[in-house]
C-alpha cells in the first residue's frame, strides 16, 4: 500500500506559479511510477505529466508543456508539480497518484493509488 498526500493548492492570479507537493508513506516509493491528473466538475480526470521511478522520464499533456515540470525526490518521498504561467483554465482539483506497472500510463484506472486532491484556482 501507499499512501498519498497533495498539498500546495490555493488561489492565485494568472502568470502567477504555484508548486503542488505529493508525500508518499507505506511501500517503497521509489518502486512507483508517479502521475498528476486535474479534475473540474462534471468531467473525469485528466492526465496532466507523469514521472518514472528515477525522475530521468517525465512525459506532459499538450496543454502544460513548457509551463509545468514534474520532479520526484525518492530520498523525501516525494512528487513535485511546478506550475508557471498559469492560465485560468488551469483551475481544477489536482491529484497525484501511483502505479507500478511497466510503461507509462495515462488514464485513471491505470492508477492504483490515490491522494485525496488539492483545490487550485486561477483568477483571470
Known amino acids: 500500500q501507499v499512501q498519498l498526500v497533495e498539498s500546495g493548492g490555493g488561489l492565485v492570479q494568472a502568470g502567477a506559479s504555484m508548486r503542488l507537493s505529493c508525500a508518499a508513506s507505506g511501500r517503497t516509493f521509489s518502486g512507483y511510477r508517479v502521475a498528476w491528473f486535474r479534475q473540474v466538475p462534471g468531467k473525469e480526470r485528466d492526465f496532466v505529466a507523469d514521472?518514472?521511478?528515477?525522475?530521468?522520464?517525465?512525459s506532459y499533456t499538450d496543454s502544460v508543456k513548457g509551463r509545468f515540470t514534474i520532479s520526484r525526490d525518492n530520498a523525501k518521498n516525494t512528487v513535485y508539480l511546478e506550475m508557471n504561467s498559469l492560465k485560468p483554465e488551469d483551475t481544477a482539483v489536482y491529484y497525484c497518484?501511483?502505479?507500478?506497472?511497466?510503461?507509462?500510463?495515462?488514464?485513471?484506472?491505470?492508477?492504483?493509488?490515490w491522494g485525496q486532491g488539492t483545490q487550485v484556482t486561477v483568477s483571470s
Open positions: 514521472i518514472n521511478r528515477t525522475g530521468t522520464t517525465t
Open positions: 497518484a501511483a502505479h507500478n506497472r511497466v510503461g507509462r500510463r495515462i488514464t485513471e484506472d491505470e492508477y492504483d493509488y
